[in-house]
């Protein structure tokens, strides 16, 4: 038996996460990402790596989604909807919520910006949405009699989880994207000891260590405050979800403690329609804000406002959360574009910026920009950045592990070459075997499943009072027949095997000659024979019968003298089945010959 | 037997008891209830059903049994508990004879028998674990009998292989408490129990059932408190624990590992898989470390609180707990911390972040690289990062406590302990700066971490920002900039939260005390002084000038040199303020003619503090005025009344002491100018107009007695003795006033044996302090006393007026400490001209926000008073989460006042005030008669003592505008 896995996408690869797990003859897939990066059919993953021929709703059992971001659920309508997959897709509860909002918006920006046709439509969005089923924290489904899902917390963004999948008795547990820091507005991943065959992590960040999140928050916070108080402006381009949230947290509660009056604002649409949802759930969020929503919701933010074209013109200090995140285009590009030229105005970056964005531009220091129709833009304000990733750091992916105590480790959602030492270290300190298949590449993990069989109770209590007292820890050995009938396992006494069976029982008698070289008398040889096993098996009753033979226990020793030569006599031991064990010991103790005193 | 109890119990069941009282009027007989045992026996016989029995058992559990009748009970359930077959009904009854063992009084050797045989038979498992509990219970009840605990380790010992973890639970649990602690005690007691307890225990370490496993490592913990010295070989089976699946077992785990690492510090241990070897507590503090990121909070809470108290690990592991090496695509990268320092020591400040500033440098060998490390690497690193704020405050203690014995550690936690300044939760950061006080001998801080430090003073907490300023107030800065810089922010602090004045000049006081010689420079900058042209002259009453002349001058009180740079008007305002704010501004040397205009005369010797001895010495002079003619007297205790009020306004430390002794002699001044009182001499009726001042003095002593045992912390029984008789004094005053104006006799009756009653409590109360009282009223009143109850009310009257001119003036003597409760109310500050409008009929929230010091029991006691124009007052009792405890002695009351009224045609002001509550009951006289048990205690209390309660108020009262409007239709 086995549990396998196969990567459609997002093997040694950020971007398209897309995993076929087949676990004791179950098939679900993890995730159904696009690509951010290309524009044709290789934006979502190759379905047909899954099944040749056939309909994928009779070959998969379930479709998981780890939480609303589109490198892990853009490719969900077109899957379910053009490709054709009927069946149940779980995720949890706000990641349905805000699934949805973002499909939608991807759509609109590809198919009513771009003219691009052929893509879903927001009917597909909606019917794909109606295939879906919300899954609690921890609450176990059961997909169908045999195959059972689990979601654990897992930080990272707003319903981002992590889903234990289990068949019997394997199981895999697949992280999607994870977070083992707390940040402002999120908690801290966390599984329990659940010990599964084969843990699918991934592994963004497996060659960084990062810095304590506390110097970048206090950084950050220094660095706004200061510009704001000199009257600057700040901009901080965001996208609409995750990020935005934990710096709108960051800066709500900065503005309180210290008591602040400039403006904040954050721009209007997605991310109003976001921080809605974060409101409502508010059970996925960390303690501080679980604790004190009571009182009042952090979601409700008293110092941020939304914020209109106009206000950018606004003098004074203020800052501004608009997207996109990577200046490339919108509202947050118009707002840098007026507020460039002042030098006592300040741009925080505070994700990674794809090469080519004015983003980009600006961070690897470039002053004189050049705008559409030909226009220079000299850049006088600051720019500033901030790393705020909320992935897990290589000893993040080190602490999951030794959380949940998996025998098998994959690797993926990350790039190979910084795959290959995170491997190499886990293989080193855990001792389990580590893989970080390729696209398209199969693993198969063999387990060790076991296999429970029923055994009569009265057959245990019997077995269970011979010897020591049962010990959890130590295997305990027991004699029993295993009766495979009508597909399920029992143990049974042998006279109950045999009744159940309707077979006679036969005798099974072991003999064995062994020869000893002794001149003397048959008797006395027996005597001798008698005397030496009475002194080795102190336990055990050993007799000497009157018709000359030894009996231990049951096993019966007889003395004859060998035919041809008188010296050497053969013993005759002779001992049934269930005396096995204490008969062969018993030859393999006469075969060593009688010890040489002879008293 | 049982017919012999029964008789026992029915006995018990009529007997009469006398009860004696000292009060031989209230003599009386008393017929004790019936006795529970007979009841219950009866009820027991009763029950036909097991659900009745259990139904009877539970009702009687809810009453407490005597301890006579204890030992009755226990063998009519014992006898019940053999016939039941109900499980329940037997583990009930097990149940109760646990608690009936724990009547106090009650020796339970006796059914200790009865107890053991119950196991032998039993077969739930339920019944026997509590069987077993009760066990415990007796036996815990016999500390010194060794034969009995062995007998009971023994039966415990027998139940180990018991299948049911309860019962292996509760034999773990008996053998931690009364398991032999000495071996040789052991030895001697012949039985074969003398086997090795900590084996035994240690044996189910690796039980089957985790609650099993969790008693297993506790009783090992008892048996540690009860002092047994744990054997060093169970360190390697507490580490494997460690690992084990539960937390509960883990928690415990590292507990039993701190344990033996404060045992056996120095004692080596191998490293699995390497030939080195290290001394235990490190090993121990490794392990520990590492369960800082447990997937548990409950283990990491844990952990974290027992790193604080290794203090015996050596450096180069406390160390690593802070270090985390980052790295960036397998590069080594600084931290945040690291680069700063680097800015430091470079000399370059506060550069603005380029991109690619943090960008890796050098490459890591990717070997050398272990991400989970077994030692103690960036454990507190993870501990202060962690997601429950409990664990975060918890790593926060612990670091404060190994850095107070590490200076270095303390240095290098620094960074970290001003990261913690920005944690999202109040209490975090609290702490954070609590524990940065604390460590704050050890530590300079850097100029960039005094920057952070600094930027929480804006916060708008100000509990935080209060706790920061007390921080300051002992830190060392290195350099004038950072002292500039701390005085900027400051005063940026002071113009945005005004109220915080006082606390800010404190904290200058110290930072200019502290810093001389970095003051020093900065002075003509501060003072704006320009060597050529002369500078306008600041405000006076500006708070922030004042906050800096604070630190120049407590600077210049170690700088000889400093007042050379003063221009003219800074001498003018340190005179005025070394006479307005002298705790803050100290006594300086001023050079030349400058001299005269410090109050103080510079020849001090600092040995002696003379306002302590004058203090002693007007005291003196009063005590031996007894023989000086009344008018002299009366003069003499009005001067140094009028002294010792001055002394307390000046001197603060001694302002409670004075206070005291002032009261106390004015209430002697009262009493003796109504004495002195021509009126006495005159025929009654003639006096009636007069005897006013009387009374009134009365009253007014009667009160002020109650000032002096309620608003003083510190007061002892010496004092309260002295106060309780000045108290009597004026009641017998009051009583000779009564008697002289009433006529007839009959209301007097009463006043009289109420007078007497209070005498004889005094009596009871004060017995041991009686012959400290020698001449005193007390003292020739009791001398009198069996004249007195037999004498009619107009001798009574006539014998206490003699007695009470006769009598001399008691000694009061002064107590180390004492201090006068006072409250300042902070908010409303009563300055506002806007009145607060609301619809009448409908409530408004005032906020009120006072300090309190000295309050012993705030909770209780204080209340706060609006009074409304109208005369009708509301008294308000806060809740007692509105009282917080800053510091010793100090409490803060922040809380919301709910005012309402019918509809004012104009605003008007409403007066707000604090109010200490007292109740005589609870006075420290009423604790010490003896506690009865508690059917006597209520009856024993005679209703008179049933105390005075009344209010004293202790704060100046705040007057708030406010304007209850019509409410519109």
Not at chain 1, 62 to 85: Q, R, W
Not at chain 1, 233 to 240: D, E, G, R, S
Not at chain 2, 27 to 40: D, E, H, M, V
Not at chain 2, 491 to 504: G, V
Request: net charge neutral.
């Amino acid at each position: 038996l086995s549990a396998f896995s196969l990567c459609a996408g997002a093997g040694q690869d950020v971007g398209r996460s897309c995993i076929l797990v087949s676990i004791a003859g179950k098939n679900v897939m993890l995730d159904c990402g696009m690509h951010m990066g290309y524009n044709d059919d290789r934006r979502f993953p190759d379905f047909s790596y899954i099944t040749q021929n056939g309909r994928l709703t009779d070959f998969l059992d379930c479709v998981i989604i780890s939480h609303f971001h589109l490198d892990h659920c853009g490719a969900l309508p077109y899957f379910s909807e053009m490709v054709g997959y009927d069946g149940p897709i779980y995720m949890t509860h706000p990641t349905k919520a805000i699934c949805p909002i973002l499909l939608e918006d991807y759509r609109k920006i590809t198919v009513d910006k771009k003219g691009e046709t052929n893509f879903f439509t927001s009917q597909m969005i909606k019917d794909c949405m109606k295939k879906v089923v919300a899954v609690h924290l921890h609450q176990t489904v059961q997909v169908d009699e045999e195959l059972e899902i689990k979601a654990y917390y897992a930080g990272h963004v707003l319903g981002a989880a992590m889903f234990q999948i289990k068949v019997g008795c394997e199981s895999v547990v697949y992280t999607g994207d994870y977070n083992m820091t707390p940040d402002r507005h999120l908690g801290a991943a966390w599984v329990d000891k659940c010990r599964p065959d084969l843990l699918i992590t991934e592994s963004t960040y497996a060659t960084t260590i990062r810095d304590s999140k506390r110097c970048r928050e206090r950084d950050f916070l220094k660095k706004v405050h200061e510009t704001v108080e000199r009257g600057g402006k700040v901009l901080i381009p965001v996208f609409a979800l995750g990020r935005a949230q934990e710096l709108c947290i960051l800066l709500e509660t900065f503005w309180e403690r210290m008591n602040l009056k400039a403006p904040i604002y954050f721009s209007t649409g997605l991310t109003e329609k976001a921080n809605h949802y974060y409101k409502l759930f508010i059970t996925w969020t960390n303690q501080k804000i679980r604790k004190t929503f009571v009182q009042r919701n952090m979601f409700e933010f008293k110092h941020i406002k939304a914020f209109d074209r106009a206000f950018a013109d606004n003098p004074g200090p203020m800052v501004v959360f608009a997207t996109p995140g990577m200046l490339h285009a919108g509202q947050s590009l118009q707002i840098f574009r007026k507020w460039a030229g002042n030098e006592k105005n300040m741009v925080i970056m505070p994700g990674y910026c794809v090469q080519g964005t004015v983003g980009h531009k600006i961070l690897s220091g470039q002053r004189k920009l050049e705008m559409e129709g030909r226009q220079i833009l000299e850049v006088k304000m600051q720019v500033e950045y901030m790393s705020f990733s909320a992935h897990a750091d290589a000893k993040g992916i080190m602490q999951l592990i030794r959380q949940a105590e998996p025998r098998n480790v994959l690797l993926v959602h990350g790039e190979a070459k910084k795959m290959e030492f995170l491997k190499q270290k886990i293989e080193q300190e855990f001792h389990v075997s580590c893989y970080m298949p390729a696209n398209g590449e199969t693993t198969s993990i063999f387990t060790n499943p076991s296999i429970p069989v029923d055994i009569s109770l009265g057959l245990l209590k019997r077995e269970a009072a011979i010897g020591p007292v049962p010990d959890a820890k130590k295997p305990k050995l027991m004699h029993g027949t295993l009766l495979m009938k009508d597909n399920s396992f029992r143990l049974v006494s042998p006279e109950q095997a045999l009744k159940e069976l309707g077979l006679a029982e036969h005798q099974l008698r072991f003999t064995c000659r062994v020869h000893i070289q002794d001149p003397r008398k048959e008797h006395e040889t027996v005597l001798r024979v008698y005397n030496h096993l009475k002194g080795v098996l102190k336990d055990y009753s050993v007799q000497h019968l009157p018709d000359g033979s030894i009996t231990v226990e049951s096993i019966l020793i007889q003395a004859t003298a060998h035919s041809e030569d008188q010296g050497t006599k053969v013993l005759l031991v002779s001992w049934t089945y269930q005396d096995e064990e204490l008969g062969s010991y018993l030859t393999s103790l006469l075969k060593k010959g009688l010890p040489q005193s002879t008293a | 037997m049982a017919a012999h109890l029964k008789k026992r119990v029915y006995e018990e069941f009529t007997k009469v008891v006398q009860q004696q009282h000292e009060d031989l009027s209230t003599k009386k007989l008393r017929l004790t209830k019936p006795s529970k045992s007979a009841a219950l026996h009866v009820d027991l016989c009763k029950a036909t059903s097991p659900a009745d029995a259990l139904q009877y058992l539970l009702q009687f559990a809810r009453k407490p049994v005597e301890v006579e009748s204890v030992e009755g009970v226990v063998r009519i359930l014992l006898e019940h508990y053999y016939k039941e077959s109900d499980a329940s009904v037997r583990l009930k009854i097990a149940s109760l004879l646990g608690l009936l063992s724990k009547t106090a009084g009650f020796s339970p050797d006796c059914i200790m028998d009865d107890a053991i045989n119950t196991l032998q038979n039993e077969k739930s498992h339920q019944v026997l674990a509590q069987l077993l509990d009760t066990l415990l219970v007796i036996g815990t009840k016999l500390p010194e009998n060794p034969s009995v605990r062995m007998r009971l380790v023994e039966v415990a010992c027998k139940h180990l292989t018991d299948s049911s973890h309860g019962v292996r639970n509760k034999c773990l649990q008996l053998i931690g408490c009364l398991g032999p602690v000495e071996k040789g005690v052991a030895k001697e007691v012949e039985s074969q129990a003398a086997k090795d307890v900590q084996k035994i225990i240690g044996d189910h370490f690796n039980d089957q059932d985790p609650r099993v496993r969790t008693a297993a490592i506790k009783a090992m913990l008892q048996l540690h408190e009860r002092g047994l010295k744990l054997q060093q070989a169970i360190y390697s089976q507490a580490c494997k624990l460690l690992a084990d699946d539960y937390e509960q077992v883990r928690s415990a785990a590292v507990q039993l590992i701190w344990v033996l690492s404060q045992l056996y510090p120095e004692s080596i241990v191998p490293i699995p898989s390497s030939n080195e070897e290290i001394r235990l507590v490190d090993d121990a503090f490794g392990k520990i470390c590492h369960m800082v990121s447990d997937g548990s909070w409950v283990v990491r809470v844990q952990a974290a609180k027992l790193l604080g108290s290794m203090q015996q690990v050596s450096s180069h592991f406390l160390e690593q707990t802070l270090d985390k090496k980052l790295m960036s695509d397998l590069r080594r990268k600084r931290t945040a911390h690291e680069r700063a320092k680097e800015l430091y020591s470079s000399g370059e400040f506060s550069s603005g972040r380029k991109w690619g500033d943090d960008a890796p440098k050098e490459e890591i060998d990717t070997g050398a690289v272990n991400l989970i490390e077994s030692g103690a690497c960036g454990a507190f690193v993870h501990g202060l990062e962690d997601e429950m704020y409990e664990v975060r405050i918890a790593a926060v203690e612990a670091l404060c406590m190994l850095a107070q014995s590490s200076p270095s550690f303390a240095e290098k936690c620094l960074d970290f302990l001003v990261d913690m300044f920005n944690d999202e939760i109040e209490e975090v950061r609290l702490q954070s700066i609590h524990t940065m006080r604390k460590i704050s001998n050890n530590i300079t801080l850097r100029e960039d971490q005094l920057d952070t430090v600094l930027a929480v003073l804006e916060d708008s907490s100000r509990d935080i920002r209060e706790a920061l300023h007390e921080l300051l107030c002992c830190t060392n800065v290195s350099t004038k900039e950072g002292i500039h810089l701390a005085l900027v922010e400051l005063l940026k602090n002071l113009t945005k939260y005004p109220t915080d004045r006082e606390s800010i000049w404190k904290c200058l006081k110290f930072l200019g005390s502290r810093h001389p010689t970095l003051v020093l420079p900065l002075v003509p900058e501060l003072l704006s002084t320009h060597p050529f042209f002369d500078t306008p002259e600041p405000d006076m009453d500006d708070p922030a000038y004042i906050a800096v002349l604070v630190l120049i001058f407590n600077a210049a009180k170690s700088c000889p040199t400093m007042p050379a740079l003063f221009s003219d008007h800074t001498f003018r305002h340190y005179a005025y303020l070394r006479d307005s704010l002298s705790h803050l501004v100290p006594p300086l040397r001023l050079p030349g003619r400058k001299l005269v205009s410090s109050p103080v005369s510079p020849s001090i010797t600092p040995h002696e503090d003379p306002s302590q001895q004058f203090l002693h010495q007007s005291l003196e002079r009063v005590y031996n005025l007894q023989h000086l003619d009344p008018q002299g007297i009366q003069e003499l205790l009005e001067f140094t009344i009028r002294d010792l009020q001055r002394l307390g306004e000046l001197q603060s430390e001694l302002a409670g002491m004075a206070d005291f002794t002032a009261t106390y002699l004015q209430c002697q001044l009262l009493l003796i100018k109504a004495l002195q009182e021509k009126l006495w001499n005159v025929a009654a009726p003639l006096y009636l107009k007069q005897n006013a001042l009387a009374s009134a003095a009365a009253k007014q002593i009667l009160e002020e007695t109650y000032k002096m045992e309620f608003m003083y912390s510190g007061v002892e029984s010496r004092q309260v003795v002295i106060i309780h008789h000045m108290r009597l004094q004026a009641k017998a005053l009051q009583l000779i006033v009564t008697a002289r104006t009433t006529r007839g006799v009959e209301p007097l009756f009463g006043m009289c044996e109420k007078f007497l009653q209070e005498v004889d409590s005094f009596q009871r109360c004060f017995i041991s302090e009686l012959p400290h009282m020698q001449g005193s009223f007390v003292d020739k009143l009791l001398d009198l006393m069996p004249r007195l109850v037999t004498s009619k009310p107009s001798e009574v009257v006539k014998i206490l007026q003699t007695t009470l001119r006769q009598s001399t003036f008691l000694h009061l003597p002064l107590p180390e400490q004492l201090h006068r409760a006072t409250a300042n109310i902070i908010e409303p500050t009563g300055e506002s001209d806007n009145p607060l409008r609301f619809t009448s009929g409908l409530v408004v929230a005032l906020d009120v926000d006072a300090t309190l010091e000295h309050v012993q029991d705030p909770q209780g006691t204080v209340k706060v008073q609006v009074l409304y124009p109208d005369g009708q007052a509301q008294l308000i009792h806060p809740k007692p989460a509105d009282f917080r405890n800053p510091g010793p002695g100090r409490h803060r009351l922040i809380t919301q006042v709910y005012l309402s009224h019918t509809a004012w045609t104009e605003p008007c002001q409403i007066e707000v005030r604090l109010l200490l509550a007292y109740n005589s009951n609870r006075s420290k006289a009423s604790a010490r008669i003896p506690k009865m048990t508690w059917s006597e205690s209520l009856e024993a209390l005679p209703p008179s003592e049933n105390g005075i309660e009344g209010t004293i108020p202790f704060s100046k009262p705040v007057k708030v505008y406010i304007m209850p409007k019509p409410a519109r239709r």
